[in-house]
């Protein structure tokens, strides 16, 4: 094995074979998980304190704690990786799929589940198809299957394919789903935890969040929460993308500072003008974000969020409210339409953003705007169009005059024409 | 029981009292346009928004139960604030048209745009422009008046399982819409217009037929014909200002003279004649041992909800016709034959609650008098408004009687319009028919009310009958697949059922006046209870008119002619051709 054992690109391969993964040291979480009880497997992710990846940050031992005892209970692993900037799930299910696979049968068998559903986004075919190989390669080995290792414990993964909505990222949507209906989130409680698929209990973890259950089984959970700051332990994968020379997946500590993961990704392409984090539904800062920090606490104290990890990188020649018109045709594209507020106030975003960026928006419309966000965050369903207002007023709060400056400069434009 | 605090009231609640309910009981109004009181909570508006201590977000009302200690806020100055804005939101997309719009005035967004004070739009409006479904017999869908609140789909789904209507696209193109790309004409729709009673606004309404009505009435050739179905006389008076329940029979016939109708008969006549037709085809399946259970045929959307997903339950069902439809060939055959107007002279109109017997009387096999036995169905609101528009101040008209031949009812055929009138109105008739004895409490209560699923046993000469009563076609689907499964196993459950489409039954249908909920219906059923109970006879087999017409023109229940005239056949039908 390797030096750097507590990290996931090590486990990177560019040929998915699974004696080659067990050669790095792979499988070695789920025997370990194997000889202990199933609450003291439970109680090793809890001292690990390792969080959600998908971007809640829940605790994911407290998630696995509250499931219930049932005759039936399921794992789903979330690979709906449907956050703009945001490859991180891909490229551990491209490299390294063996660990996902790893880490979802020790889930099963922490919560008493025998079955686990790959809920993978629908644009992601090919590696849809890379996964049932390594089911299978899975099985062969008896990693997967009936009376796993000699052990007893019996567990096997379906894969499911997405349709190609947003929201369906979103537990309740992605559960409805999966059972054959259309990916409308549903109120909690109850969680799914309780009350998941077909009314069993049911845990969802994020692609990366299952995957690193299988190091903290294999290394313990010390050697897991030693790394990173307090409050967000282990490694991350961070998705970089934008102005970079080198965009692509980073694995780093937990509180990474900005300014030092964008020199991992080579820097940026001319004079840096705003960065993004956390997806499209996380806020836009100016320069002064470099100083920060990647973890949950750091990021909540930022007025931000960590979210997926997705750092998206714009330069000196992005034009604002270009990015203003993409964000908000993000929204209304994928608002699922089931609550008024989204289903209206992201198209009439979308209207006023877009007119805007064509050079026939109005002064009035950014104050409406923001209203509109507002409705939005105080009574849409769920957090998809709660959320909108985050970068549309992290936005026009660093740079609201130079969309002002544009929309009067169309304006003057127009007067001269 | 959590005691909460709203808006400075305090309140014990039942636990599980959502707080919607529980300001509701505080006497407080908190404004919604998805939530109704008879169908799930959806959750879908935002309108419903409230403040909780120490809460940080806003929650919804309608989703969210009280709670010990809960200091609760409805109508903040920063709630009103942001309602009045997602109410712009709403009526940015909303076409502006209320002055054409059929539910002005009954319209749940007109009347929020209205508390709110909305008088300008800061937003921009826009429209879908979407075509209009007009492909259904019975029911109209504008989709671009549509918000969306979701109310049609749980009701068509989940209420009724018809399963017409569901959710397509998404965000802003978010519609509702037939599935598998068919309309409303051709698909699983059975027309029972549960979605219109409950649509908030004006996207779902009855396919209208009054211009062909006024212009049959002034046309001096033809003579018009009309009938009057049960659950109408209890419904009709909330048109103009009565209650629900109030009976205004009397009223109905005197208006529809007004308005220059010819001849004015009532339905209640052929819902006596049904119960002798069916009662005797009950019978008869007595003595030859089966096929049980009869399943009553007087309910349009039932009987193509029955052909849909039950077909094999078909010889099941009676082969009556309704009576609207009973009415229909008699009108043109019997009363064309004893008054001596030709058929083809005559219009057949008829009042209904419902918009699935507009369907009912477009089905090809609905011409045995060599005509369209009936030609236009109104609903019990299309009704309204021609009374309105022709100046008529219906609550101060003082009544007057329907016209002979085809109008005489007891008290078992007026119970038709309510959930358990049927089977009451047949077991009262097939009892004494069969036994020849008087029935000594002719109040059949075990079957009447409210109660989704009624059961009750009657023993007839030593022979135990088990009956069922559903309404609802959800319930209907659950006892009927429950039926059929017994079926294959060899068993008879029930003898007879009756089945109506609409919760309430016939009180309930999809054409009655707007509120139509289940407080309304309930009201109208006992208008209904109460007729009966004070008629001067209230079994069908007394009836004078019946009597008669066997007498001169049909012999028999059950003869060659009845046949000919009252009784129909079924088509099974797939539910989606792909």
Not at chain 1, 36 to 54: A, F, H, P, T, W
């Amino acid at each position: 094995m390797k030096q750097n054992k507590v990290s996931l690109t090590h486990y990177a391969m560019k040929k998915q074979d699974i004696e080659a993964y067990i050669g790095l040291g792979g499988y070695h979480g789920l025997k370990a998980a194997l000889d202990m009880d199933r609450s003291e497997v439970v109680k090793e992710v809890q001292d690990s304190k390792l969080r959600g990846r998908g971007g809640a940050g829940f605790p994911t031992g407290k998630k696995w704690a509250g499931v219930p005892p049932s005759e039936e209970t399921y794992v789903v692993c979330n690979a709906d990786e449907g956050e703009p900037g945001t490859f991180k799930d891909r490229y551990i299910m491209e490299n390294t799929p063996f660990l996902l696979l790893e880490g979802m049968t020790i889930a099963g068998y922490a919560v008493g589940a025998k079955k686990g559903f790959i809920y993978i986004r629908g644009e992601y075919p090919t590696i849809a198809e890379t996964l049932k190989k390594a089911l299978e390669a899975a099985r062969s080995q008896n990693m997967l299957g009936n009376n796993i290792l000699g052990s007893g414990f019996s567990f096997d993964i379906e894969i499911k394919r997405g349709g190609g909505s947003y929201v369906v990222g979103d537990e309740t949507a992605l559960l409805s789903s999966l059972m054959g209906k259309r990916g409308f989130p549903w109120m909690k409680p109850p969680y799914p935890t309780e009350k998941g698929l077909w009314d069993r209990p049911t845990v969802v973890n994020n692609v990366e969040t299952l995957s690193y259950v299988p190091l903290i089984l294999a290394h313990g959970a010390a050697a897991f929460s030693k790394i990173g700051v307090e409050g967000s332990t282990g490694p991350k994968l961070y998705s970089v993308s934008g102005h970079v020379n080198s965009p692509g997946v980073y694995e780093f500590p937990m509180g990474v500072s900005v300014k030092d993961l964008i020199e991992a990704a080579g820097g940026v392409q001319g004079q840096l003008k705003a960065v993004q984090i956390g997806g499209t539904a996380g806020p836009i800062y100016d320069a002064e974000s470099l100083s920060m920090q990647l973890d949950y606490d750091a990021m909540q104290t930022a007025g931000g969020t960590l979210g997926s990890g997705a750092v998206v990188v714009m330069n000196s020649k992005t034009n604002m409210a270009g990015v203003l018109d993409v964000s908000m045709r993000f929204f209304a594209e994928e608002s699922c339409g089931q609550c008024f507020p989204c289903r209206y106030g992201t198209r009439q975003l979308n209207y006023m953003a877009q007119r805007i960026a064509a050079g026939t928006g109005r002064q009035s419309y950014l104050q409406l705007m923001q209203d509109t966000g507002e409705v939005m965050q105080a009574t849409s369903f769920c957090p998809f169009g709660q959320s909108v207002s985050t970068p549309l007023n992290s936005l026009l709060q660093h740079f609201g005059d130079e969309v002002k400056g544009f929309i009067q400069q169309q304006d003057y434009v127009k007067e001269v024409i | 029981m959590p005691n909460v605090n709203i808006d400075g009231r305090p309140i014990e609640v039942e636990t599980g009292t959502t707080i919607l309910e529980a300001a509701d009981k505080a006497g407080i109004d908190i404004p919604t346009l998805c939530k109704h009181e008879d169908i799930a909570p959806l959750g879908t508006c935002g309108m419903c928004m409230v403040e909780i201590d120490g809460k940080p977000d806003y929650v919804r009302a309608c989703i969210t139960q009280a709670q010990e200690g809960m200091q609760i806020r409805t109508h903040t100055r920063e709630l009103r604030r942001i309602k009045r804005n997602l109410l712009q939101l709403v009526l940015a997309a909303h076409p502006d048209d209320c002055l054409q719009c059929i539910r002005h005035g009954e319209c749940e967004l007109q009347k929020l745009a209205e508390k709110f004070e909305i008088r300008d739009l800061e937003y921009d409006q826009y429209t879908r422009g979407l075509p209009i479904d007009s492909s259904a017999a019975g029911i109209v869908r504008d989709m671009n008046k549509c918000i969306g609140c979701g109310r049609c789909v749980e009701v068509c789904q989940n209420l009724q399982t018809v399963k017409a209507i569901s959710f397509f696209g998404r965000g802003a193109d978010t519609i509702v819409s037939p599935g598998a790309e068919t309309n409303m004409g051709s698909g699983v729709c059975v027309n029972c217009g549960q979605c219109v009673v409950y649509c908030p606004v004006g996207a779902l309404h009855e396919r209208e037929q009054t211009d062909h009505v006024w212009e049959a009435i002034e046309n001096p050739e033809l003579h018009v014909a009309a009938q009057i179905a049960p659950a109408v006389r209890v419904a009709l008076g909330e048109e103009f200002g009565m209650a629900p329940g109030e009976l205004v029979i009397d009223k109905i016939y005197h208006a529809l003279k007004m308005l220059g109708i010819d001849t004015v008969f009532d339905t209640n006549f052929s819902a006596d004649l049904t119960i002798m037709e069916e009662g005797t085809e009950f019978l008869n399946r007595l003595s030859a041992g089966g096929p049980f259970p009869l399943i009553t045929s007087c309910s349009p959307g039932w009987i193509k909800f029955g052909e849909t997903y039950f077909p094999d339950l078909i010889e099941n069902i009676s082969s009556c016709k309704s009576p609207q439809q009973m009415m229909g060939s008699l009108i043109k055959t019997y009363f064309s034959e004893t008054r001596g107007i030709p058929p083809e002279k005559i219009v057949s109109l008829s009042i209904m609650p419902c918009t699935a017997k507009k369907f009912e009387a477009d089905r090809p096999e609905m011409n045995d008098s060599g005509f369209k036995d009936v030609d236009y169905v109104l609903t019990t609101r299309e009704l309204a408004r021609m009374i309105r528009q022709a100046g008529i101040s219906f609550d101060k008209l003082d009544g007057v009687t329907s016209d002979s031949l085809l109008s005489a009812y007891s008290g078992a055929a007026t119970i038709f319009g309510a959930t358990g009138g049927v089977m009451e109105a047949a077991l009262r008739t097939a009892y004494e028919l069969h036994t020849g004895k008087p029935l000594e409490n002719i109040n059949l209560k075990a079957v009447r009310g409210m109660e989704e699923t009624k059961t009750a046993s009657i023993s007839i000469d030593g022979e135990e009958l088990r009956v069922a009563v559903v309404h609802g076609l959800s319930n209907a689907r659950e006892l009927l697949s429950y039926v059929y499964n017994e079926q294959q196993a060899g068993r008879v459950p029930y003898h007879f059922i009756e089945i109506m489409a609409c919760r309430g039954g016939c009180v309930g249908g999809g054409g009655q006046p707007i509120e139509n909920s289940l407080y309304q219906r309930n009201l109208r059923g006992q208008g209904l209870y109460k007729e009966d109970s004070g008629l001067p006879f209230r079994k069908s087999h007394e009836n004078p008119e019946v009597a008669a017409l066997y007498e001169h023109y049909l012999e028999k229940p059950g003869g060659e002619r009845s046949h000919h005239l009252l009784h129909t056949h079924y088509t099974r039908r797939d539910a989606y051709t792909l």
